[in-house]
DNA sequence: CGTACAGGTCTA
DNA sequence: TATCTAGACCTGTACG
């Protein structure tokens, strides 16, 4: 396949190399005007062609908004942070001088150019050379086969991010509106506590004989809970719940509309929300475990509260699907453990581990396997791992010997050989080459220990389900796309949201049951991609519904 | 007066 | 006898 590597030749023009062979970047070069470059990606995506630029954040919005779509990138930005960090790399060959300077790039999360440095520190980095060395690095490689999926999906992944973006997520102002007033009254003047948090907090303080408590003050509220005769230490919902005072139910809900109006409230839709679609940026590998960061209206952390006022366009429906446990089951995946997989089999892999007669109960198996996965080995769950190790030895073994490997501070790496930080000092983990680390006594040196190789022992099983996740958001990209339709990105079937193990699609109602289809396929296709013949399944739960909110 | 952190709450 | 993984982002408050 072709590869086209663009690079940025000051704010007008695009230096194009087409590399006719794998190994050779110094094919032939031309030079567009900037502005030319949508049609000429255009009319070169008629073939299959795989663009290889510095960094899909500094390209595709643009070609995007031009109206062109891409099939395939590969970006460098992604890629150089996961070779610098992969045990099967061998370092030395992406050294340079400019290593730092990729190491350091960051995306671009502004459509306002105005908000643009004027000097962009990627256009002092060179991509042809950063190509050369990463194509030499994998070449080199024990493991290429793994690292290529990895960069692809990664890559891919930063497709569907751009897309998101530019698509947004439809969102009904009015409905998020209603729903704000119907809870906390009209909108008030900036500064103002809504009427309904005024008329809570009148009762809070009279409970609580503070006459002027302010509850949003952590420090205030703990106070004002000790001097009325409370045994608390802390002022959380959780703890709060557990009182008994006639004050408490109040300040409870008083915290709940809160956090409401602050998070997503009033300010929250004027920041965020605009001509009806709400916009984040998504961030590729923005966590080291490999999942996605984000930034901007707290995408990820979208509360369920808010969901109905996400609402497809008229004709339109939200295809939302969730994959069920999907750690476990790439826990059993990725260490082979044949009974895990038998109990995976069932849709609900909790119910098959009681049914394989592991444990007993359904609540004894969640607690378990977030225990193994955690790292939990304490109370309930750590009680539970002597007969998860009987019966699951492989796949408990496997993050066992990761948090070990971990405690002894080395790294450990992902399926597709994503590897861990190293251990940062006062980590307890002492890193290979660094003077151990003496701070604190022998017990807090422990405690830091094992906190590492909590961190470890998630990583592995957190970072290849995220490329279970990538893999299935890549493959799904291409599907909705061949399913048909014409125009841009966001006139055919497109991904609106991404969350972990989730996805939204925004369809014409028409192929909503075709988009689903392709959900469930994508999502089998993953599987084969990751673990090859191995039986492992990946159940979805599917809802083709109007309103994100109605498919939980 | 601006920055940094603590505390809290939402997500998978 | 015990709240364990990864984040974003808000307000209040301490600090320089």
Not at 513 to 536: H, N, S
Request: proline share 6%.
């Amino acid at each position: 396949m072709d590869r086209i590597v663009l690079v940025r030749r000051g704010e007008r023009e695009v230096e194009v190399w087409r590399s006719i062979d794998e190994d050779d970047d110094g094919g032939a070069s031309t030079v567009l005007a900037t502005g030319d470059l949508p049609d000429y990606v255009r009319e070169r995506e008629s073939s299959p062609v795989r663009w290889v630029w510095d960094d899909t954040t500094r390209w595709y919005p643009a070609l995007l908004d031009a109206g062109v779509r891409v099939e395939r990138c590969w970006d460098l930005r992604l890629s150089h942070a996961l070779l610098r960090r992969s045990p099967f790399v061998d370092q030395r060959l992406l050294a340079g001088e400019q290593a730092r300077g990729w190491d350091a790039l960051a995306p671009v999360t502004a459509t306002d150019a105005a908000l643009f440095p004027l000097t962009d520190p990627a256009d002092r980095l060179d991509p042809i050379a950063e190509h050369r060395r990463q194509q030499e690095a994998l070449a080199a490689s024990d493991e290429p086969g793994r690292l290529a999926l990895l960069i692809a999906a990664e890559s891919a992944g930063a497709l569907v991010a751009a897309e998101m973006t530019h698509a947004g997520l439809p969102w009904r102002a009015d409905v998020h509106e209603a729903l704000l007033a119907a809870l906390l009254g009209p909108r008030p003047a900036a500064g103002v506590r809504p009427a309904g948090l005024e008329r809570l907090l009148t009762g809070i303080r009279e409970a609580f004989a503070a006459p002027a408590l302010n509850p949003d003050s952590p420090g205030e509220l703990l106070r004002a809970l000790q001097a009325a005769g409370l045994p608390v230490e802390d002022t959380r919902s959780w703890t709060l719940q557990e009182l008994d005072h006639p004050g408490i139910p109040a300040l409870l809900e008083y915290k709940k509309l809160s956090r409401l109006v602050q998070a997503n409230g009033w300010n929250w839709l004027d920041t965020w929300v605009r001509d009806g679609r709400f916009r984040a940026w998504f961030l590729p590998g923005g966590v080291v475990t490999g999942r996605w960061a984000s930034t901007g209206g707290g995408a990820l952390s979208m509360p369920l509260q808010v969901r109905p006022a996400a609402v497809a366009d008229d004709g339109w429906r939200f295809v939302v699907a969730d994959v069920a446990q999907l750690e476990p089951r790439v826990l059993a995946g990725m260490s082979r453990d044949q009974a895990m997989a038998e109990a995976a089999r069932s849709s609900d892999l909790y119910s098959g581990m009681v049914a394989g007669g592991a444990v007993a109960s359904r609540a004894e198996a969640k607690l378990g396997m977030l225990g193994a996965m955690y790292g939990g080995t304490r109370g309930e769950s750590g009680r539970m791992m002597p007969r998860l190790t009987r019966r699951y030895p492989r796949a408990i073994g496997l993050v066992e010997e990761a948090a070990r490997a971990g405690e002894r501070g080395e790294v450990v790496h992902t399926l597709l050989g994503r590897g861990s930080p190293f251990p940062a000092r006062g980590s307890g983990a002492d890193a290979p080459g660094e003077p151990p680390e003496e701070r604190g006594s022998v017990e807090d040196r422990d405690r830091r220990r094992r906190a590492w190789g909590r961190f470890t022992r998630n990583f592995v099983v957190q970072g290849t389900g995220a490329e279970w996740a990538l893999c299935w958001l890549a493959d799904l990209r291409n599907r909705l796309w061949r399913l048909g339709g014409t125009g841009t990105v966001s006139e055919r079937p497109h991904l609106v949201f991404f969350l972990h193990d989730e996805v939204v699609v925004h369809a014409p109602a028409a192929l909503a049951d075709a988009v689903a289809e392709e959900v469930r396929q994508a999502a089998a296709e993953a599987g084969r991609l990751l673990f090859g013949g191995f039986p492992i399944d990946f159940p979805l739960d599917v809802a083709v519904v109007r309103s994100w909110a109605d498919a939980d």
